[in-house]
């Protein structure tokens, strides 16, 4: 049972549906599909010909960052981070944006090989999505890996919350992981987020020893560079910006500037609590303890029947 | 024809002369050699008795960094950033320094290996040059690859527009490129500039598409840390302070510090205007629009007579 | 007699007590152990029924940073940093810690792989050590290279003083240097300083051409991400948290973020006085001249009897 659901929690083989992890407690609004067990939800679609189509309405909201603290965010299908877009190599995709916002927008798809005319950058590749105004992105997904997507009109859009994961799984050679995450950094008006969220609002993560866990890291900034840092020994480097690196790295703390993402993976070897966060202290702390950038894995024994070999001596 | 000018403009043959790129409209004064293409111009020498020499003279000027934005700026030979010195791997260099400016100044060749007084650091391996006198520094080029010179007498000199690109061409093994540009980066007094100029004044770069196009990233502060990301898909880190790096690494998003310097390779794969910026949004845009780090690719169809794998269908 | 300096000083062999390198003037107290040159001291333990038992005490110090500039410190053993923890793979290590602070705080030991509730982060996996309490950590060592430990309690804490190096002698395969220095990056209450100093209160290092130079870049922050420049050519950066590269590669620059450590080796090829500084200028000078994250190399000729290839025409 316990076996089953390991296998079942392998992702890489489809781009959506399988991904069934066991979660903390969801804090997110059915806004969108899927709860992927970080505070993150599956973007859903629509097949019409052949095509994959979604639908994203950017909006205001009014959005919970941490308990009490409500900050007047900008959101696509209302919820920080947008809905993750997990597509496969080779799918035609088509975006409907709805501009709901008071202000014009654009949506620029970060790291993707795709026509100038879909690249989303307002007065020199389209023009302004005005509100109430609607706008079709329509392409062919030839980037593999992990990628995101954001507004790129006004910093300050990006900042307001319009940013979400766009992961392309390869049809060869994906990232093996019994897990797979994502951590969104913002830093601008919504304060220090992890997916939209600051500590202690942050959902937790779940592992179990032995496993290998994706972590998908992204910088959304709109302004600063993170040092993030994982307790517990090191990880491993294995992607940038969707790319794999033809030599994976060891390493604890990695830095993280606005624009790029990374895949590492790490292999709980004890129990526990294990922190992950931002090592700049005025991001991650306060006096009163920690705080933004700051999430709690929550390491399980592992499965029956693995082998045990990762469990260290005290 | 066309196929002509793509070979006579590969790079690495010789070290100077032999770059002749479709430039824009050339904005900079007529201080310095040949314009290459991106708001620089290339150093101009004299041999004597197998020495190239060049001259430098160091100087207040007004500086024009976007249309109607005139700072007081600090300039080798008047432009900004100073001219782009090439030499070979193996030359004997010898460079005049004359100091015109209302104070104190010397020169540092960062990355160069060479002589401990030539290195340029005032109170420790030379004195101060005082305003109207002139040094004389002379070392043979032994580091090869994309370095740069700056003032080394108070941070803000830098930040005023005492630098430049130093590249010293290898007798062997140079990073092939149909096109060679620099780019720059400058968060100082001048605000932020690339080659000395704020988008929209930034040159328009030119490329075509399949071509093999070098990019030279130098991060002259001298205050920060900028995310470079370029569109249309990714690009590949060939080499890091002059250095090739053992594997080259594929990103779209590369982190560029006060003090480096990047080679980047890019094939553009599609026509059309993509964006280069630092992807921290206030340094790159403002509610009126872009501003700052940003310039914008020109991509043309393939020469003909190229093959066309790399065009993707839309 | 050189030579056989040059071999003692051979480091990786076993844990502690090996390093004699000729060093300047000491500026440390007593304090703590054996000096190692950089400014830092060496931590003294004694083995009890085969654990190495080190005793630490957390407290208030005045602490002078420069000539005439002394600032309220936090310390462990009353120097900033604390003692150079230095000990062998496998080692079962104890660590008694007084807190003699006026404030609660725990100890975090970065990159370590060790069971939860010895990670010290207070309010997670463990209480807070209140003032006038002791706590004792125990733990086997398992994660080689360099790593460091510091406060997890208040990011200002850290930035008092409250940190030090961790370096985790391997069985086999140790980096081979004939020196071996750290250089701790901190940027908080203390201002900018290598380990604990100031420019011109940094300790001067000492190599000779042709040796191989260790040095262990540790950033501490707790707030600033800091290009680190060494002048004279390159270096080589051979480990990142303690792990070794698969492939090295070669720069003269190397961004350091809080939280990071990085072994670099340098083979001088010239003699003289150079440079290793943070590269932004705010860090590094001011219009007086150099001051904060700056040391200085003093390069002396090769020892008699070891062969010149190194050595440069000028």
């Known amino acids: 049972m316990v076996l089953l659901f390991?296998?079942?929690?392998?992702?890489?083989?489809?781009?959506?549906?399988v991904i069934r992890q066991s979660t903390a407690d969801p804090v997110l609004p059915a806004?969108?599909?899927?709860?992927?067990?970080?505070?993150?939800?599956?973007?859903?679609?629509e097949v019409v010909n052949g095509v994959k189509v979604f639908r994203l309405r950017a909006a205001p909201t009014s959005w919970e960052v941490s308990p009490g603290n409500v900050r007047?965010?900008?959101?696509?299908?209302?919820?920080?981070?947008?809905?993750?877009?997990?597509?496969?190599?080779?799918?035609?995709?088509?975006?409907?944006?709805?501009?709901?916002?008071?202000?014009?927008?654009?949506?620029?798809?970060?790291?993707m090989d795709l026509p100038n005319d879909q690249d989303g950058v307002p007065g020199l590749t389209q023009p302004e999505i005005e509100p109430g105004q609607s706008f079709t992105y329509e392409w062919k997904a030839i980037s593999t890996g992990t990628h995101w997507y954001h507004s790129h009109m006004h910093?300050?859009?990006?900042?307001?919350?319009?940013?979400?994961?766009?992961?392309?799984?390869?049809?060869?050679?994906?990232?093996?992981?019994?897990?797979?995450?994502?951590?969104?950094?913002?830093?601008?008006?919504?304060?220090f987020v992890f997916n939209g969220k600051s500590f202690?609002?942050?959902?937790?993560?779940?592992?179990?020893?032995?496993?290998?866990?994706?972590?998908?890291?992204?910088?959304?900034?709109?302004?600063?560079?993170?040092?993030?840092?994982?307790?517990?020994?090191?990880?491993?480097?294995?992607?940038?910006?969707?790319?794999?690196?033809p030599l994976p790295q060891q390493m604890d703390t990695l830095l993280v500037g606005v624009g790029q993402t990374y895949d590492i993976v790490w292999t709980p070897t004890r129990v526990g609590k294990w922190m992950i966060h931002c090592h700049i202290f005025s991001h991650a702390e306060t006096h009163h303890g920690m705080a933004g950038l700051v999430s709690i894995f929550?390491?399980?024994?592992?499965?029956?029947?693995?082998?045990?070999p990762l469990q260290q001596g005290g």
Do not use: C
Not at 6 to 17: D, I, Q, W
């Open 72 to 111: 007047q965010a900008f959101a696509y299908n209302g919820i920080v981070p947008g809905p993750v877009i997990r597509i496969n190599e080779g799918d035609q995709v088509r975006f409907i944006l709805q501009n709901d916002l008071p202000e014009p927008t654009a949506l620029h798809w970060h790291g």
């Open 6 to 17: 390991v296998l079942t929690a392998l992702v890489g083989v489809t781009a959506s549906g």
């Open 298 to 308: 929550n390491v399980d024994p592992p499965a029956i029947g693995l082998p045990l």
């Open 200 to 245: 202690p609002a942050t959902v937790p993560l779940r592992a179990r020893v032995g496993e290998r866990v994706r972590i998908r890291l992204i910088g959304a900034g709109p302004e600063m560079i993170h040092p993030i840092h994982l307790h517990s020994g090191h990880f491993e480097l294995v992607a940038q910006d969707g790319k794999r690196l």
């Open 31 to 45: 806004a969108a599909g899927e709860d992927l067990g970080d505070g993150t939800r599956l973007a859903q679609y």
């Open 155 to 191: 910093g300050d859009q990006e900042g307001k919350g319009l940013y979400g994961s766009l992961e392309v799984v390869p049809r060869l050679g994906d990232i093996t992981a019994a897990r797979d995450y994502r951590l969104i950094i913002g830093d601008g008006p919504l304060g």
